[in-house]
């Protein structure tokens, strides 16, 4: 009986021992960061063509809309200032030119994101600051033929969000995606609504 005693305390402080290290890790380990994944809705998108001595562009009708799927880290480096490195999928919305030329595409991109947080007394807001590199795969179909190529390319872009709980930010954004293909400089901007989800 004593010795099932014994052995029922020690079970007992060996299981409140390995609960508060593992809270320990968990604590300690999102004081370093947290992981991320996200998804945008882009609601206006712009294609532009630049040739050597001329440029043509268009927008998207709204039903063509543009996505980003993301997932990442988001360093704690301040308490107001945070560090994301991310990845990014990046599909984007058909741009018609006088109806006789259709393009679209989806893009890769790995992008370092910088934020700065303002605090508030209901809602704490932030700006995030965007740069990142990658791929875009551009498909072009005009009178009936159709070529894909994909060409390396960057991305710049912000974002004004809240917070609104520890795990879960929304946000308002733009990127600017440039890449070079046949010596034709092609940007596709996009205006987008999104949200983070912090685990």
Same mark, same amino acid.
């Given at each position: 009986?004593?010795?099932?005693?014994?052995?029922?305390?020690?079970?007992?402080?060996?299981?409140?021992?390995?609960?508060?290290?593992?809270?320990?890790?968990?604590?300690?380990?999102?004081?370093?960061?947290?992981?991320?994944?996200?998804?945008?809705? #882009?609601?206006?998108?712009?294609?532009?063509?630049?040739?050597?001595?001329?440029?043509?562009?268009?927008?998207?009708?709204?039903?063509?809309?543009?996505?980003?799927?993301? #997932?990442?880290?988001?360093?704690?480096?301040?308490?107001?200032?945070?560090?994301?490195?991310?990845?990014?999928?990046?599909?984007?919305?058909?741009?018609?030119?006088?109806?006789?030329?259709?393009?679209?595409?989806?893009?890769?991109?790995?992008?370092?994101?910088?934020?700065?947080?303002?605090?508030?007394?209901?809602?704490?807001?932030?700006?995030?600051?965007?740069?990142?590199?990658?791929?875009?795969?551009?498909?072009?179909?005009?009178?009936?033929?159709?070529?894909?190529?994909?060409?390396?390319?960057?991305?710049?872009?912000?974002?004004?969000?809240?917070?609104?709980?520890?795990?879960?930010?929304?946000?308002?954004?733009?990127?600017?995606?440039?890449?070079?293909?046949?010596?034709?400089?092609?940007?596709?901007?996009?205006?987008?609504?999104?949200?983070?989800?912090?685990?």
């Amino acid at each position: 009986m004593k010795s099932s005693m014994v052995a029922l305390s020690l079970l007992s402080i060996f299981a409140m021992i390995s609960q508060a290290v593992a809270s320990d890790k968990k604590a300690s380990s999102k004081e370093l960061g947290q992981f991320y994944v996200g998804a945008d809705i #882009g609601f206006y998108n712009e294609t532009e063509f630049e040739f050597p001595n001329d440029a043509i562009e268009d927008s998207s009708d709204l039903s063509d809309l543009s996505y980003n799927l993301v #997932g990442g880290y988001e360093f704690n480096t301040h308490d107001v200032v945070k560090l994301g490195l991310e990845a990014e999928y990046r599909k984007i919305g058909k741009v018609s030119f006088s109806d006789s030329m259709d393009i679209e595409g989806q893009a890769f991109f790995v992008n370092v994101k910088p934020k700065f947080i303002v605090k508030g007394d209901a809602l704490d807001l932030y700006v995030s600051l965007l740069a990142g590199v990658g791929s875009m795969d551009m498909d072009v179909k005009m009178s009936g033929t159709s070529e894909s190529k994909s060409e390396a390319a960057y991305q710049v872009g912000a974002e004004l969000g809240a917070i609104v709980s520890d795990n879960i930010d929304i946000h308002l954004g733009y990127r600017n995606a440039r890449v070079e293909i046949y010596d034709v400089d092609v940007s596709s901007q996009t205006a987008y609504i999104g949200a983070r989800y912090k685990f």
